[in-house]
């Protein structure tokens, strides 16, 4: 009975011994299994195109508003009010000050009064010297300007030489010239936008005493804006009216030439082209200045890729197309181009000629090498 019991734990013993050794061999031959293959170097790739290669000329430009000026007193008087601040928008007829205008009305109430009473003297003399047909039309006259406390109306035109000669030594001609003076003055103590803009470098304050032509503000529309772009004189014999300019930076505009101002700076050798920028939105300022580029040549028809994609190697340029997923290298001559792409042509290498929708790698590619499984992560 115990041999029995022994037996038993033997087998156990020898079928444990077993299991652990088949379970063994099965890892070392999962080990020895191949393993898949690599999904391949990662690169980054565009397509090759085939159109219109434009070359360009980067060069510097300043911008300034096509409409901007002083805003200048045009009488003599205390300032009484002024309605706007630094930097606030303001529409074309929009008042911007007010000046003080009680001394210019009692100049005007005076002079008004002369001129009246001239008027009047005039009746009296046209009654006396039988001239009455006269009479009603200078009476009238004379009622329409008494009424018109601000605007009066052009007097009687004279049909007679004899009749000018009176208009004269009674003063009427000087007195009328005079009111009308003082109503502009009086007009004038509103002074107002001349065109819309932007309110900047206020000069007075309410209670200043100001003098003819001070300059009380100064108002920028930077709505329209004018570019003036800085072309080296070998250049701009290649620039002509409806070139075309892109604004380098953020905001990405175009434009095109306006025209091309005739002088040459001696200084700087360098010529001016004038261009022309909606600014809506108030995004360039007066003054500032840009980068730009513009348009010196356009080559038709052309085959080409970004520089990225370039390599030089043995002094010899290449470039690198993913077919069916292997990078395989070309040898390529190199044509024109600009600070972003290049044209290319096949050197004389044999193999399937580069056409247009080719994937060119542009990024990973300075380690790479010929017949390299690869991986286009950013189509």
């Not at 009746?123 to 009622?143: F, I, M, T």
């Not at 010529?271 to 108030?282: E, P, Q, R």
Request: one cysteine or more.
């Amino acid at each position: 009975m115990q041999n029995c019991k022994l037996f038993k734990l033997a087998l156990i013993f020898i079928f444990t011994i077993l299991l652990f050794k088949c379970d063994q061999d099965d890892n070392k031959s999962k080990d020895n299994l191949p393993k898949p293959e690599s999904q391949g170097l990662e690169v980054q790739a565009t397509v090759v195109k085939k159109g219109t290669l434009k070359e360009y000329i980067e060069t510097s430009a300043i911008i300034e508003a096509r409409q901007k000026g002083d805003i200048t007193s045009r009488v003599s008087a205390p300032i009484k009010k002024v309605l706007v601040t630094e930097g606030q928008i303001v529409n074309k007829g929009d008042t911007l000050f007010v000046l003080d205008d009680r001394q210019i009305k009692n100049r005007l109430t005076s002079n008004r009064s002369d001129f009246i009473k001239a008027v009047s003297e005039l009746v009296l003399e046209l009654e006396s010297s039988g001239q009455s047909e006269a009479v009603p039309k200078w009476k009238d006259y004379r009622l329409k300007a008494a009424n018109n406390l601000y605007n009066i109306p052009l007097y009687p035109e004279p049909k007679t030489a004899k009749m000018t000669v009176i208009l004269s030594r009674l003063g009427i001609q000087s007195e009328y010239n005079t009111v009308k003076e003082y109503e502009l003055q009086l007009k004038n103590c509103f002074i107002t936008a001349p065109f819309s803009g932007t309110v900047s470098e206020i000069q007075v304050y309410p209670g200043a005493q100001i003098a003819t032509g001070s300059e009380l503000c100064k108002i920028t529309d930077l709505s329209a804006m004018q570019l003036n772009i800085n072309i080296l004189e070998e250049d701009i014999a290649n620039i002509e009216k409806g070139t075309e300019v892109d604004i380098i930076g953020n905001n990405h505009k175009k434009t095109k030439i306006a025209t091309i101002l005739p002088e040459i700076d001696e200084k700087g050798h360098t010529g001016t082209a004038i261009a022309y920028l909606d600014n809506s939105n108030y995004h360039y300022k007066n003054g500032q200045h840009l980068q730009v580029r513009v348009v010196r040549d356009k080559y038709y028809n052309r085959l080409y890729i970004p520089r990225s994609a370039l390599l030089n190697r043995n002094d010899r340029d290449l470039v690198f197309l993913v077919k069916k997923g292997i990078a395989k290298w070309y040898y390529v001559n190199l044509g024109a181009g600009n600070s972003s792409y290049v044209e290319i042509s096949r050197a004389t290498q044999t193999g399937d000629p580069i056409v247009p929708g080719d994937t060119v790698v542009t990024g990973g590619h300075y380690s790479l090498a010929h017949n390299v499984p690869v991986k286009v992560n950013n189509f």
